[in-house]
């Protein structure tokens, strides 16, 4: 826990430079890919990610160390071969893994927030999942356990797919020669997230494109055919958490809703986007028919509104980030105190991601996080040791808290007067 709060303290910052750096770049070549208030969404999910793994809240089933101590053929140690089988390895797994959960409904779930965007850029890379709390990569990863390949060597890997996976989230880099034989590039995956007849579910893979001519799945970008990016039933909010479940709760739905036995047992394991047909008869859901004439998602925002949407996510990146870098000690103080922060920060994004949808509920989510919030500070003294570091942030952590609700009522008020939500659509 502490470890990796560590890394993420060097990871946060960089990540947010280059996503800024994409925005200016594109302003400055008069191809701006980045809309605000999408960014901000696409942030805050990278957040909830985060602070998702910090607390480590995901089973796994089997792990990799098991794999390799039971099933271990041979054992190689480590050197510059055992790392690229390692990082070949990591690379078929992402592959299946990404390729099930494109194809199969429930697995859909644990991805769709990842392609939630109608933009493509380095801030949509950040929207992970918070949904999945059961890994099935292990098990993909048998051929390395059977090689014997190290457990530390998996760990030492594993943090180059993190940039590996980000990097190609572009529009400002074309065609990239030789390579495009042998890697994702931005142009690989363009037609991944775009969801063009001739693009969807195509080109699953993270670091090589091999696994996608091997496996049929392999789309190159069309000169003629300009990719629209999203999703075909769109989640139609800003807020992250809820398009972790949106999927999912439509499954429920569905398997409640069927008349057949059969049915509510296979809709979690068929198709994606498959429904009983009795279901979809009586209860249709919209789904994108011609992209070309996608209006995205786009609710009325102020300069206003959008400036406070940006004071408080970097807000929350400062709170984000004492966490991180006084983790070990809060754990200390009380066990459970990293827990508390968690929630503090899952329930601040839901809060100010309902404001940016222009939701009037947005007031009593902002007010049970300023309750949550004193709470808190009551019970430990402190925002939970801040004063350490000096008696004023304390203060200032409090003065937030009241800001935070005032401001969230005003917008609140001045939604309520203009008819609650009211959403403009963009071409």
């Known amino acids: 826990m502490e470890t990796y709060g560590s890394i993420l303290l060097i990871a946060m910052p960089v990540f947010l430079a280059l996503v800024l750096f994409e925005k200016w770049y594109g302003w400055f070549k008069g191809k701006d890919t980045v809309r605000n208030m999408d960014m901000i969404s696409s942030l805050s999910s990278g957040i909830t990610k985060v602070t998702k793994e910090v607390l480590g809240l995901t089973f796994v089933i089997l792990s990799y160390g098991w794999l390799v101590r039971h099933l271990a053929i041979v054992h190689l140690h480590a050197n510059f071969l055992i790392y690229f089988i390692a990082l070949i390895s990591l690379d078929f797994s992402s592959y299946w893994v990404h390729r099930i959960e494109h194809e199969r409904n429930f697995f859909w779930n644990n991805h769709v927030v990842h392609h939630s965007s109608e933009e493509f850029n380095l801030a949509c890379a950040l929207r992970e999942s918070i949904s999945v709390f059961i890994k099935i990569s292990m098990f993909l990863l048998l051929p390395a356990a059977l090689l014997g390949v190290e457990e530390r060597v998996i760990v030492l890997v594993g943090p180059f797919f993190l940039f590996a996976g980000f990097w190609y989230h572009t529009q400002h880099i074309h065609k990239m020669g030789f390579l495009e034989k042998i890697f994702i590039t931005p142009s690989h995956h363009r037609v991944h997230h775009a969801i063009n007849p001739e693009y969807i579910n195509k080109n699953y893979g993270q670091i090589f494109i091999l696994w996608d001519k091997l496996f049929g799945s392999f789309q190159e970008e069309l000169p003629d055919v300009r990719p629209v990016y999203g999703i075909t039933r769109p989640a139609e909010t800003w807020n992250p958490i809820k398009i972790n479940f949106q999927h999912a709760w439509s499954l429920v739905k569905d398997a409640w809703r069927a008349k057949s036995w059969k049915d509510k047992w296979r809709i979690w394991l068929m198709p994606t986007g498959w429904r009983p047909a009795d279901v979809a008869e009586k209860y249709p859901a919209y789904e994108i028919g011609n992209v070309y004439q996608v209006q995205?998602?786009?609710?009325?925002?102020?300069?206003?509104?959008?400036?406070?949407?940006?004071?408080?996510?970097?807000?929350?990146?400062?709170?984000?980030?004492?966490?991180?870098?006084?983790?070990?000690?809060?754990?200390?103080?009380?066990?459970?105190?990293?827990?508390?922060?968690?929630?503090?920060?899952?329930?601040?994004?839901?809060?100010?991601?309902?404001?940016?949808?222009?939701?009037?509920?947005?007031?009593?989510?902002?007010?049970?996080?300023?309750?949550?919030?004193?709470?808190?500070?009551?019970?430990?003294?402190?925002?939970?040791?801040?004063?350490?570091?000096?008696?004023?942030?304390?203060?200032?952590?409090?003065?937030?808290?009241i800001l935070s609700l005032g401001v969230t009522a005003y917008f609140v008020y001045s939604f309520y007067k203009a008819g609650s939500r009211r959403v403009v659509k963009l071409g």
Do not use: C
Not at 328 to 356: H, Q
């Open 296 to 401: 995205k998602y786009a609710p009325a925002a102020s300069a206003a509104l959008q400036a406070w949407s940006w004071v408080q996510l970097f807000s929350l990146i400062l709170l984000v980030s004492y966490w991180f870098a006084h983790i070990a000690r809060i754990n200390e103080m009380n066990g459970s105190y990293v827990y508390l922060y968690g929630a503090f920060i899952f329930l601040s994004v839901y809060s100010f991601t309902e404001l940016m949808d222009r939701n009037v509920y947005a007031l009593f989510w902002e007010l049970s996080k300023t309750v949550f919030g004193f709470a808190i500070v009551f019970k430990t003294g402190d925002w939970f040791g801040i004063g350490a570091v000096s008696p004023l942030l304390n203060n200032a952590v409090i003065g937030y808290f």
